[in-house]
């Protein structure tokens, strides 16, 4: 282990291991003892015989003890719950009754994940926003490719230090992060985004490209886009969030990034997997009704998604 | 040819050899003499050959002349477009200045397909909504699956009488169809229905099936469908068009017709084909525009099914 390391969590536990979660894993190895909590045991039976390896924007290799056992994970105290949204339900479960003294971190797209771990255990929850993406090459193998920030603040009432502690580890690790005191004006920005971006990526089968930002004709797709996330802006002001970034910038500006980005909501539905739609959109348009705000172009697409994931079911 | 074919009219000439214009061709072969004019010389080929069969609903088999070149195609008194859309102008343009005596009947889906024969020639103009469908097993033979009516009438100062004598040549040759002095009232119920049901099954993949009437949760798509409809029927208010049918009931009851139908702009898109979306959805929101009534989700959807067709040109 590296000197640097947090003085407070020596021992980590990834629970996914998808794109985000390797990605965590594979850094924080160099800083902390990893554990990764997988769906399938071939996949853990190949990251305790051969590390995890990240290349690409960091170029790591580090051990892992792995299981899809929670019986066989070690104490941690700082969990990072990395699972989809369709397999949270199942993750959180798995964990009840197990770990009391940890702190859980949720990084998943949209809102409502926290409740959803709450409601199996008494854990302090950090909330967490993240912006980078990576590809899955194999088991042991992920490509760090956007090597952006990750936010992270308290849910509940969860100390500021330990949101504290736990950016102080990531940043040894070697990956970009922020705490913030109120993560929701973050967390807000980016659910607006991602309701808007995925759920118009999944119906079109576009990456997210420059297309998204057109609003030179009467039929670019910029109109439609710009549309949705002024319903998410609307709604947002309603719910007395001040949003940390404009979405329609962060809109523009990743469209300006060169390489068209592949929304995991477009892989998951070329692939035929239930998408992430029910905590993105699902929870705008819960927050919309909550609020009094009408979505009605939020509303669409959400029902859109929901039947195409009929389509193949 | 049989006894009962119309007085007048004795050589149709159908212009595209899909599902409804085989429909056509094959039907009217029995009281007339009946050219097609294909896009591909070997579907010519295959029609003079064998001529055309049709089966299902009807068992006629007729003989067909047939070409892909306009100079080859013998005179006619009533030609029928029955292209797809994105193939309309180019026949309308292989015909101009050919065939000054016919009189052409358009049966393409939406609105606009007269204007577009219009601008290449001053042939008196029937306008057609079909119902029926079929399905193309190959070049000489389509199965008639539902046998469902064809309305014509009028376009511009195209006397009434030549409306009726049509209406009575396809009444000898086995197809329901009825004459009307004002179309525009069926073609509207028609467009709202297919602007709503082609582009929301493009979008989801799903055939029409009774989903796109279920309104139990906030998720079902039926509350789509009928938004949909409802902003379509408040263009055809605002535009003076008393509707023929309505068009949720149109929705309904074809969705409880048994078997779901598969919308031919979901077929379109399966095959990575260019859609109907612009003479359909397309002249919905242009109507719309010119009569100031707003309707989002119609935009919606034409930008999502345009950035579809993006997705794999």
Redesign the interface.
Same mark, same amino acid.
């Given at each position: 282990m590296s000197q640097n390391r947090s003085d407070v969590i020596e021992r980590v536990c990834v629970i996914g291991g998808g794109v985000i979660g390797s990605l965590f894993a594979g850094h924080l190895s160099q800083v902390a003892e990893v554990s990764v909590l997988t769906r399938r045991q071939e996949h853990a039976d190949a990251l305790n015989a051969s590390g995890l390896r990240v290349s690409g924007r960091s170029d790591v290799h580090g051990s892992i003890t792995a299981s899809n056992d929670p019986a066989a994970i070690p104490p941690f105290d700082l969990g990072i719950l990395a699972t989809k949204a369709p397999g949270l339900e199942d993750a959180a479960a798995t964990l009840e009754g197990h770990f009391a003294d940890a702190t859980m971190m949720t990084t998943l797209n949209g809102l409502g994940a926290e409740e959803i771990v709450r409601q199996h255990g008494e854990w302090p929850i950090i909330s967490a926003v993240t912006f980078m993406s990576g590809t899955r090459h194999d088991d042991t193998h992920v490509e760090y490719i956007l090597d952006t920030e990750t936010w992270i603040g308290p849910y509940e009432d969860t100390p500021y230090e330990s949101v504290e502690q736990a950016a102080a580890l990531i940043r040894a690790a070697g990956l970009k992060v922020e705490a913030m005191r109120d993560l929701r004006p973050a967390q807000w920005s980016k659910l607006i985004f991602n309701a808007t971006v995925n759920a @118009?990526a999944a !119906?079109? *089968?576009?990456p997210h490209d420059p297309?998204f930002a057109a609003e030179g004709e !009467?039929?670019?797709?910029g109109?439609?886009v710009h549309?949705l996330i002024d319903e998410g802006k609307a709604v947002a002001a309603k719910a007395g969030i001040e949003l940390h970034d404009d979405p329609w910038e962060m809109n523009v500006h990743a469209t300006q990034r060169g390489a068209a980005h592949y929304p995991s909501m477009l892989e998951d539905v070329e692939a035929h997997r239930p998408t992430e739609i029910d905590l993105i959109t *699902?929870a705008l @348009?819960r927050e919309a009704e909550r609020h009094g705000v009408d979505v009605?172009?939020h509303? /669409? !697409?959400?029902?859109?998604v929901? /039947?195409?994931e009929?389509?193949?079911s």
């Open positions: @118009v !119906l079109t *089968g576009l297309r !009467l039929t670019d797709l109109h439609l549309d *699902g @348009v009605p172009l509303k /669409a !697409l959400y029902r859109l929901k /039947a195409k009929e389509s193949w």
